[in-house]
């Protein structure tokens, strides 16, 4: 398989891609589009630079004659659409790049999918598939008393960011019933671990909680997420798209609901053994709660039994396991949260998010 990457040096896509290059057994040629925007860092792919299965390309999914131009030179049989404006705060401050990116850069990469795919020869053109990456977030928010959110759960966006990833989901139903698009689509629910962009919460607090500085915590805390550890969703991903059913969506989910402010003292417990405060003092002291968010959805959760039942697909990690690795991960790895941290935000201040 040619494989195309979009977003590949984002926090998932990165994880992805070298998820694809170390699976025996599975030999594919990878090609990453990245804008390298605040959020995209080539130093996530530092470690498969070098492998002759993987080509860096810096542009746009909404340069279609550039995407055109991949797709044909490349030979790709499938596309990977992680490229996305995902921090809810910044959709609040500003929602117009999430409706470039999101919506109108999906319809371009769609457009571009469609016109290769159809020029395709009947093999290719059977095994040929475009696979979205989405998020539960379109589904809205839930009561604690809701059932999880399932594939057939109606669309309710709560924040610009939500609504941008519901109309690019749109776009990629439409195509498939429309132009017949071979077409797949994953929603997911909060991810975590290696390589996650410094201001996301799990980060946020580990780092902030070695440097000495307060952990910000929106409103009480009790906003409640379905937590995914990112190489389970990464064989998610692989799944769907190998055996997958053209046309269908299919929920991740990482069967962890948890609220914001237990999952910061579980972090804070754990830091206070593996990297305990000078003073002595627990890390939990520097929890301070703050303004809560505009619109902050209460609830996210995910019913990913379509994904199990059909595929056979379980996230490995519990939520204890998948935490010590990234807490471990981000204590060995402060020059990849120095380096991007200084170059990509300048001046500006660390938020939180979840």
Not at 297 to 316: T, V
Request: aromatic share 10%; charged share 20%; net charge neutral.
């Amino acid at each position: 398989m040619s494989i195309l990457v979009t977003g590949g040096c984002g926090f998932i896509g990165s994880n992805f891609i070298r998820h694809l290059l170390r699976r025996a057994g599975a030999p594919c040629r990878v090609v990453n589009l990245d804008k390298l925007t605040y959020a995209g860092n080539p130093a996530n792919l530092a470690d498969v630079a070098g492998d002759a299965r993987y080509r860096f390309i810096q542009g746009d999914i909404g340069d279609e004659a550039l995407v055109s131009t991949i797709l044909a030179r490349e030979g790709v049989t499938a596309i990977v659409n992680f490229a996305a404006e995902s921090h809810v705060d910044r959709s609040i401050d500003t929602p117009e790049p999430f409706v470039q990116t999101n919506v109108l850069g999906t319809l371009r990469l769609l457009n571009a999918a469609r016109h290769h795919w159809a020029s395709l020869g009947s093999g290719p053109r059977e095994s040929f598939r475009f696979h979205h990456i989405s998020t539960d977030e379109v589904y809205g928010t839930l009561a604690p008393g809701d059932p999880a959110f399932t594939e057939e759960t109606p669309f309710a966006p709560n924040s610009p960011y939500a609504a941008s990833k519901a109309a690019s989901d749109h776009l990629v139903r439409s195509y498939r019933h429309t132009y017949g698009l071979p077409t797949l689509t994953t929603n997911c629910s909060n991810n975590y671990g290696p390589f996650h962009f410094p201001e996301k919460l799990f980060p946020l607090v580990i780092l902030n909680a070695l440097d000495g500085r307060p952990l910000p915590v929106y409103g009480d805390g009790r906003q409640v997420r379905d937590w995914l550890f990112v190489e389970d969703h990464c064989r998610a991903i692989a799944l769907v798209l190998e055996r997958g059913r053209p046309g269908e969506t299919y929920n991740v989910g990482g069967l962890c609901e948890m609220a914001n402010i237990d999952a910061v003292r579980m972090i804070c417990s754990l830091l206070d053994g593996k990297a305990p405060r000078a003073d002595g003092k627990l890390h939990s002291g520097q929890i301070e709660f703050v303004a809560d968010r505009p619109g902050h959805d209460r609830r996210y959760a995910i019913n990913c039994s379509k994904l199990q039942r059909e595929l056979g697909w379980s996230p490995l990690e519990s939520f204890s396991t998948g935490l010590a690795k990234t807490v471990d991960w981000y204590i060995a790895n402060r020059a990849w949260c120095a380096e991007i941290t200084s170059k990509r935000y300048a001046r500006e201040r660390l938020g939180t998010t979840a």
